[in-house]
């Protein structure tokens, strides 16, 4: 670990990865004990799915008035009614509506745009149903990534771990260096996985740290699975990579003096027109 790192990242960041592998391994047993109805649950989430993206996109319509907000509303809408329906037969009711209303508060702009809202949001996501796979995926990249990098304890430049960054606000963790850190294709200086995040680390680049503008672009991706959940394993897809459609969801999150496109999803509006 380099500097910069506080224990209390260190410690915040393990925290949450024992978490996510103890509600991981719950979760496991619970559907393998046969404790849920598979079958039942399935049909309650198509239901509540497709309910919730009729609400969604109309009251997205009517918030911002055009058809990219009444498709995210759609979006945000069958997410909702996923983590309601699945997270009512996994975790009981009261936590299945809890989620499916927290999701769905990402509806209203003035909440989604608000920091105590997007706390509850992320950290709440690591519990949401349509949120596992992305956290699953990111947990497990983060223990490749962090066991290479302890494993070599610094000998091996390329696996080195120069330093670990949560955002307290949205509960990404972000890891500086790392194997994993140089995945992104083009090598972009960092990417995300449901709540976690990784900074390449390359002084030659001038990328020796988890910078703030970035991080909150990164946290940005982090309230995206949130709220947006499998839905947007489309920014997958190949594009120019300021242009597509999370990324701009992404930078609201983001201080608007960065420049990027946006959307006005998690903060304030186009800081230039796209
Ligand atoms: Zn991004």
Redo the contacts with the bound molecule.
């Keep these: 670990m380099g500097t910069g790192t506080a224990v209390l990242d260190i410690v915040g960041g393990i925290l949450v990865a024992i978490a996510a592998v103890v509600a991981l391994v719950a979760f496991a047993v619970v559907a393998l004990t046969g404790t849920i109805d598979v079958g039942t649950v399935a049909l309650a989430a198509g239901l509540s799915a497709l309910g919730g993206a009729i609400v969604g996109g109309v009251v997205g319509r009517l918030t911002h008035a055009d058809w990219e907000g009444a498709l995210r509303g759609a979006f945000i809408g069958l997410t909702a009614g996923v983590n309601g329906a699945v997270g009512t037969g996994i975790l009981g009711a009261p936590i299945g509506i809890g989620l499916a209303v927290i999701t769905a508060l990402a509806l209203v702009p003035v909440i989604a745009q608000s920091d105590v809202y997007q706390a509850v949001l992320g950290w709440t996501s690591y519990v949401s149903p349509m949120s596992w796979p992305g956290h699953v995926a990111g947990l497990f990249m983060f223990l490749l990534n962090d066991v290479a990098g302890l494993v070599t304890a610094g000998r091996s430049e390329d696996l080195k771990l120069h330093g670990l960054r949560v955002d307290w606000k949205t509960g990404t963790i972000a890891t500086l260096g790392g194997w994993v850190a140089r995945l992104a294709p083009g090598r972009?200086p960092?990417?995300?996985i449901g709540g976690f995040s990784w900074f390449d680390y390359d002084d030659t680049r001038g990328r020796t740290s988890v910078e703030d503008g970035l991080l909150d672009?990164?946290a940005?991706?982090m309230l995206n699975n949130a709220a947006f959940g499998l839905v947007q394993v489309i920014?997958a897809l190949p594009d120019d990579?300021d242009s597509?459609y999370?990324?701009k969801l992404?930078?609201s999150n983001a201080p608007s003096s960065r420049g990027y496109a946006r959307s006005d999803q998690w903060g304030m509006g186009a800081a230039r027109p796209d």
């Design positions: 972009l960092a990417y995300t672009h990164e940005g991706h920014n990579h597509k999370f990324e992404a930078e």
